[in-house]
C-alpha cells in the first residue's frame, strides 16, 4: 500500500482595524493525498484552509474564540491544540479510517467474486475558514466545507460563526434581535428572498415554488456586513439540492427597529 503525500503549514500576518477594535490573524494550510492501492485509482484528498485570530484587544478573549472556531471546524477532539497540530491530527485520524474502512471493503468484494464491478474508492474533504467582516465589534467568520464519499456527488455547506470580540461569546439571533422580533425576521426574510428572485414577484407565490416555506426562518447561520445582515441557507434546507444555497440579504434599516436594546450593531 503506497502513500504519496505533501504538507504545507504556512502562516500569513494580517491585520484588521475598524471601529477601535484590533485583529490580528495567521493562515495555516495543509493538502494531503492519500491512494489506497499501488494502482492509485482510488485515493482520498484533503485539503484545509484555517484562518485563526492571533491577537486582539482583549487578551482574555483571544484562547475562547480559538477554542470555538477548532470546536466549530475540526471536532472537541481538536479544540484544545494549537491550529497546525489540529489540523495534522485531524487529517491523520481522517486517513487511518479511509484506509481501515475502505482496504477491508475492497478485499470483502474481491473475496466474493466481485472484483470486476468494484466501486471507486475516493473521497474528497476541503475545508476552509476565514474571517469575513468586523461589524461594531462583532466579528462575522465563515466556515465552508466540501465533502465526497462516494455516489453521484459530494455536498457543499457553508457555516458562519459571529463572535463579540470584547467577550468572546458566540452571538445567535436571540443576542441580536428582540424577544418578539421571530415572526418580523420570519416575514422580512421571505419578502427578501422574493425581492432577490427573479421569478417571485409576491410573497404568496413562495408557497406554489419549490421552496420550503415553512422552513425559511431566522437559523443562526448569517453573517454581517456594514450594509446588512445576510442569512444563509444550505442544500436541501429550505429548496431542493439543485437550488444550492440561498442567501437571503437584509438592509440594516430594516433590522434596526428590532434590535436587542442598547445593541450597537450599526449605530
Known amino acids: 500500500m503506497k502513500k504519496s503525500f505533501t504538507i504545507l503549514l504556512a502562516a500569513i500576518f494580517l491585520v484588521a482595524c475598524q471601529s477601535?477594535?484590533?485583529?490580528?490573524?495567521?493562515?495555516?494550510?495543509?493538502?494531503?493525498?492519500?491512494?489506497?492501492?499501488?494502482?492509485?485509482?482510488?485515493?482520498?484528498?484533503?485539503?484545509?484552509e484555517i484562518e485563526m485570530p492571533t491577537m486582539l484587544e482583549v487578551d482574555s478573549v483571544l484562547p475562547i474564540i480559538q477554542h470555538n472556531l477548532?470546536?466549530?471546524?475540526?471536532?472537541?477532539n481538536y479544540a484544545d491544540m494549537e491550529t497546525p497540530e489540529a489540523i495534522a491530527n485531524y487529517m491523520s485520524v481522517y486517513e487511518t479510517e479511509y484506509l481501515s474502512n475502505n482496504t477491508q471493503m475492497r478485499q470483502e468484494m474481491i473475496d466474493n467474486?466481485?472484483?470486476?464491478i468494484l466501486p471507486a474508492f475516493?473521497?474528497?474533504?476541503?475545508?476552509?475558514?476565514?474571517?469575513?467582516?468586523?461589524?461594531?465589534?462583532?466579528?462575522s467568520y465563515s466556515m465552508e466545507q466540501y465533502v465526497y464519499t462516494g455516489g453521484a456527488h459530494g455536498i457543499s455547506n457553508r457555516f458562519y460563526f459571529n463572535y463579540c470580540l470584547k467577550t468572546g461569546k458566540l452571538l445567535h439571533d436571540s443576542d441580536?434581535?428582540?424577544?418578539?422580533?421571530?415572526?418580523?425576521?420570519?416575514?422580512?426574510?421571505r419578502e427578501q428572498?422574493?425581492?432577490?428572485?427573479?421569478?417571485l414577484q409576491q410573497v404568496d407565490e413562495l408557497y406554489t415554488s419549490y421552496y420550503y416555506v415553512d422552513r425559511i426562518v431566522p437559523n443562526n447561520n448569517f453573517y454581517l456586513s456594514e450594509e446588512g445582515i445576510t442569512y444563509v441557507f444550505n442544500p436541501y434546507e429550505i429548496a431542493p439540492y439543485a437550488y444550492?444555497?440561498?442567501?437571503?440579504?437584509?438592509?440594516k434599516a430594516q433590522l434596526r427597529p428590532i434590535l436587542v436594546a442598547g445593541c450597537p450593531l450599526w449605530k
Not at 22 to 48: I, P, R
Not at 122 to 139: A, D, K, P
Not at 193 to 199: I, S, Y
Not at 244 to 251: D, H, K, N, Q, V
Open 20 to 48: 477601535e477594535t484590533k485583529l490580528e490573524t495567521e493562515q495555516y494550510s495543509a493538502e494531503k493525498t492519500v491512494y489506497l492501492t499501488e494502482q492509485h485509482t482510488d485515493s482520498l484528498h484533503m485539503s484545509f
Open 70 to 76: 477548532l470546536l466549530n471546524l475540526l471536532g472537541e
Open 113 to 116: 467474486g466481485d472484483e470486476d
Open 122 to 139: 475516493c473521497e474528497e474533504q476541503i475545508l476552509s475558514g476565514r474571517v469575513l467582516s468586523v461589524v461594531s465589534g462583532i466579528m
Open 176 to 189: 441580536l434581535f428582540a424577544d418578539d422580533a421571530t415572526e418580523i425576521l420570519m416575514q422580512l426574510l
Open 193 to 199: 428572498l422574493v425581492a432577490q428572485t427573479d421569478e
Open 244 to 251: 444550492g444555497a440561498t442567501e437571503i440579504f437584509i438592509p
